[in-house]
Each structure stands twice: as C-alpha cells, then as structure tokens.
C-alpha cells in the first residue's frame, strides 16, 4: 500500500472517529462510556449504522464509540500533561483534514441525491416505446404481404420491400432524397434513391437455409439468434408457449425496445418463394425445386421489420454529415450498445452495413443496430463466453473485433469478456462517421490484433475535440482503461449539452454539474410537453433516465483531462 494510499485510508476512519466526538471534553466521553456500560436494562439498544461511515469499516461500526472515547481520554491526558509541539500539529493538521473531506462528501451525497431525483422523474415519465408501425394482429404467414424488389443482401440473408393493408406507418419519415432540401451537406449530385415508405412499409428478411433442415424446430434451433430484437408478438403463443409454425421452440435474451435496435415484428417459417432477381443474386442458397444446382432447403425463417431508407454505409458513400449530426450519430450506436450491454447480450458483428438509417422531421439521421445473426444471448452466459477450444464462435466481422476478443487463446478456464467489445467496434466506425476510412479495413494496414494506439490515424480538424477524445477512448486496447458504453455516452452528452457546467467545473467537485442537470432536466420537461420525438429529444430523455453519478463522475473526469491536454498543446 503506497503511502498516499494509507494516509487518505487514514483521513476517512480519522473523519469518522472526529464525528463521533473526538474533540468532546473527556468528561463527557467518560460519562457517556460509563453510563452506556451501566445501561444493560435495555436489551432492544443496539448501535445504529452511521451513514458517514464509509462501507469500508461497517465491520467497526459497533465499537468505534468505545474506540472514540479511549483515543479522546489518551489525547487529552497529553494535551493536559504537556504534549509534544508534533503532536498538537497532526491533531490541529487532522482536524482541517477531516474537514474537507467531510465538506466533500456531503456535496457528493447531494449530488448523488440529485442524480436520483432526476433519475426517478424520468423512469416515472418514460414513455413507451413507440414502433414506427402501427399495432397489427395478423401477418404469420408469407402469404399475407405484397413482396416487392429487393432492397439489401448479406452473406445469411436477403432482404425485399413488402407491404400489407393492415400495417400502415405511423408517421413519414424524412428519406435521403428529401436530404438535400432540407440542407444538409452533401458530397454528390445525385444520392441514392431509397425505397417508398408509403407503398412498401415493410421489409422481408429470408434467411438463407442451407444446412438446417425443413422442420420449423430445426430452423427456430438454428436462427434462434434472429430473434433477439423480436417483439412480444414476433411469434404467436399457444398455452403460454412460443409457437412456429405450430411447433414449440426456445428462443434466447430477447432485448427490450430501444429507439436504436430494431425491432422484428413478426417471425414465421414458410416455404422459400421464388423472389426477384433471386437466380442472379443468390443461386446457391436456393432450394433444388427452384434451381438444379442449389444448396438450400424448402422452408427457412421470414422476419418482418420496418423498411429504412438506407444503411449508415449507402449514408456515407453520398452524404458527409455536419459535426453536431456526426456526434449525435455516434452518441446513437453508443445508447444501443449501451441498452444491449446492460441486458446481457454482445451483437459482436457491428459495422456499417449493419447499421440502418433513417431521418428525424428536422433531417437528423436516426440510427438503428440491426443483423442479431452473430450475436451472444445465452440465459447462462451473459457477457462472458467460455473459450476452450478454437472451435468456440468469437463472432462475426474480424476487422473490427476487439483485441481482448481477436488475442484470445483458448484454454481451460479462459472467458472473453464482451462487455466493452461492441464499444471498441462503434470506436472505429467513428471515423467512417466523419468521413474517414476505417483504420482497421484491409486498406490501410492496421489489425485489431496487433495495432498499436498511436498508429491511429488522427481525425479531421473540423472534428470537435470531444469527439476525438471519445474514439481514441474507445479504442484502447487494453479493456480495463477503456470506458464503457455508458461512460462513453455521457461524455458526448457533456459535450452536447453541458459546455457551460463544464466550463466551470472544479475538479474535486460535481455541484456544477448538479446544477446543470436541474437546468437540463426542466428543459428537456417543457419539450417534452410537446411532444418531442426527435432524435435529440429522444437522447436527451435517455440519457437524464440513465443518470448514474459514478458514471457521470468518470465521463466529467475524461472529459477535463482532454480539456488540459488540448490547452497544453
């Protein structure tokens, strides 16, 4: 233990000691001593904890009292006899000491007090998800949707617009062709026209089924993964059971709504249909009654999903968003990996393609994390995966796979830990954000294996400081100095909306940052009164619903060491 370490030990038991009444006249102390030992009539009496105390020394608590006064007679009985210079300078040494921590500690209480108020507000007044879709009860089966063309494609699944009378939109949301209208800034003349939202609300995902047979069981066993962002209502129940296709299955996590994780409304298996531009684009995965020469079965899985305009990748090739869009974008990825972490699942396949993207009524992109195929969401595993062997799956898209997760050796014992893997991934999606080139994509040269942190290139000057800070945070290699999902968010909401409380906050002290939070809190309250549903609104309310000092504490302190470092530069 570093001496710096046992003397700040030393000030918080001496704290409570002083409390307790270590400058009292040793009379009192000894009367008090000897009537609580006379006062054994009383057997309900005990010692209540102290809430100053701090949790460290619960196991004294039952005898400080005692130890207080023993101390106390000893001090005074010096004090009295003629104590040394030395000692009469630690006791008056201690007791300023004593002071400033207590002093520090209520504004902390307060503080943390505050946190929970705002917290408790926000929870009471969250407001339910809303879907994009309106409520449907019908639609388990292929039959009962207009398939359109084919708007996306992956290596599991191919996906096409579709439409049913009984699933209209809520509301229109913005497309990428109104983009330019409303004036954000863009790098070409012609950006890529979406699909119809008002004649195709819906998109179609068939899987690909090539090695899990026809039975719908064996089909639910093999893409249970699919249906982790699945709503209640995904799959229809019969006796309190999940049912596909009329067989009973298991399914693993399922996550709660968030506004960025998509949502799959309905989950049927059906027979594979011979759809649009399917023997030019996919062959192989077809079953042989459609093509001689292909692999899959008859029956695979259907999921149906709200139709995007874009995925944040086709975003990117024709659009350059402005900064306070880019940090709101990646505060967006942050929130959702944040709301996956906290439940216990890891998607371990973020990138841009997976990524879907559509636009606020003030044109703001709203992004949504898609493609749950790779994902971990075992009841018994949570964020930690067994690794004993090389066969064990790590996860999908080795370019942005976390060094904890791409350095693993397998072994008896050994777990990857993926609770900060997705954040490191959202880390260098940053730079596609703001117009850079992925720095760990074949092109350029760096491995998450093997790279070194001052190999990663720096962000454009028009970058706002925070940000940069943030991503050069989140791709630490070492898990252990790299913040969480969480940390990371908050840092950006700091930056967003907190310049003024930052401004003036003093390092040993949250009270500018309480007071901010009430300001905040009661704005983002009056907005909300109207309604507010766009996306800054939207991570306003998350954010103030999410409150945690600790946190909060951890992102301030990231926040005024970048602050020194670009003043000292």
């Known amino acids: 233990m570093s001496v710096k370490h046992a003397l700040s030990r030393g000030l918080e038991l001496g704290r409570s000691l002083f409390q307790l009444g270590i400058l009292k006249p040793a009379a009192r102390i000894a009367v008090k001593f000897r009537g609580e030992r006379l006062r054994v009539s009383q057997p309900g009496r005990t010692v209540q904890p102290r809430t100053f105390l701090p949790a460290r020394y619960r196991y004294y608590r039952t005898s400080l009292s005692g130890l207080a006064a023993q101390l106390q007679s000893a001090g005074f009985r010096r004090l009295i006899g003629g104590g040394s210079p030395r000692n009469r300078a630690v006791f008056l040494a201690f007791g300023v000491g004593l002071g400033l921590i207590d002093q520090q500690l209520d504004e902390d209480r307060r503080s943390a007090a505050t946190c929970q108020e705002i917290q408790a507000l926000f929870m009471k007044k969250k407001e339910k998800f809303q879907s994009p879709v309106k409520p449907f009860s019908c639609g388990y089966k292929l039959e009962d949707y207009v398939i359109g063309k084919q708007i996306g494609k992956g290596c599991n699944a191919a996906v096409y617009e579709a439409a049913a009378p009984f699933a209209p939109l809520v509301t229109n949301k913005c497309s990428l062709v109104e983009l330019k209208q409303i004036g954000e800034e863009t790098d070409l003349t012609e950006p890529l026209k979406p699909p119809s939202s008002n004649s195709y609300p819906l998109a179609v995902k068939m899987m690909w089924n090539i090695g899990a047979g026809s039975s719908s069981e064996a089909i639910l066993n093999a893409m249970s993964q699919e249906l982790v962002p699945a709503s209640p209502?995904?799959?229809?129940?019969?006796?309190?059971?999940?049912?596909?296709?009329?067989?009973?299955?298991?399914?693993p996590k399922r996550v709660t709504p968030h506004p960025n994780v998509i949502r799959v409304y309905r989950a049927f298996t059906a027979e594979v249909p011979l759809l649009p531009d399917a023997l030019e684009e996919y062959p192989a995965a077809l079953p042989a009654r459609l093509n001689p020469a292909g692999l899959g079965n008859n029956h695979t899985l259907f999921l149906v999903m709200k139709n995007y305009p874009c995925t944040l990748h086709q975003y990117l090739q024709v659009c350059v968003p402005g900064s306070r869009h880019g940090s709101m974008m990646l505060l967006q990825l942050l929130e959702g990996v944040d709301h996956l972490c906290r439940q216990g699942i890891a998607h371990r396949d973020l990138k841009s393609d997976n990524i879907l993207l559509e636009f606020d009524s003030a044109g703001c992109p709203r992004l949504v994390i898609t493609d749950f195929g790779c994902c971990l969401a075992e009841e018994c595993l949570g964020l930690k995966l067994p690794f004993t062997s090389r066969y064990?799956?790590?996860?999908?898209?080795?370019?942005?796979?976390?060094?904890?997760?791409?350095?693993?050796?397998?072994?008896?014992?050994?777990?990857?830990?993926?609770?900060?893997?997705?954040?490191?991934a959202v880390g260098a999606i940053g730079y596609e954000i703001f117009g850079q080139p992925n720095p760990f994509y074949s092109n350029t040269g760096l491995e998450s294996r093997s790279y070194q942190e001052k190999q990663l290139p720096l962000l454009g000057s028009s970058v706002p400081l925070d940000v940069q800070l943030v991503v050069r945070l989140l791709l630490r290699?070492?898990?252990?100095?790299?913040?969480?999902?969480?940390?990371?968010?908050?840092?950006?909401?700091?930056?967003?909306?907190?310049?003024?409380?930052?401004?003036?906050?003093?390092?040993?002290?949250?009270?500018?940052?309480?007071?901010?939070?009430?300001?905040?809190?009661?704005?983002?309250?009056?907005?909300?009164?109207?309604?507010?549903?766009?996306?800054?609104a939207e991570l306003q309310r998350g954010f103030l619903t999410n409150l945690d000092l600790e946190e909060l504490r951890m992102a301030a302190g990231y926040l005024m060491c970048g602050l020194q470092l670009s003043a000292e530069r």
């Open 233 to 251: 209502q995904a799959l229809r129940k019969e006796k309190e059971e999940l049912v596909l296709s009329g067989h009973f299955g298991e399914t």
């Open 392 to 424: 064990v799956y790590r996860g999908g898209n080795s370019c942005l796979m976390a060094p904890e997760v791409a350095t693993a050796e397998p072994g008896p014992g050994v777990e990857i830990d993926y609770s900060k893997a997705d954040a490191w």
């Open 477 to 536: 290699r070492n898990p252990n100095k790299r913040p969480t999902a969480r940390v990371a968010a908050n840092i950006l909401h700091l930056s967003l909306w907190g310049k003024r409380a930052l401004a003036s906050l003093n390092p040993a002290s949250l009270g500018k940052i309480a007071d901010w939070l009430l300001c905040h809190s009661a704005v983002v309250l009056l907005k909300g009164c109207g309604g507010g549903s766009s996306v800054e």
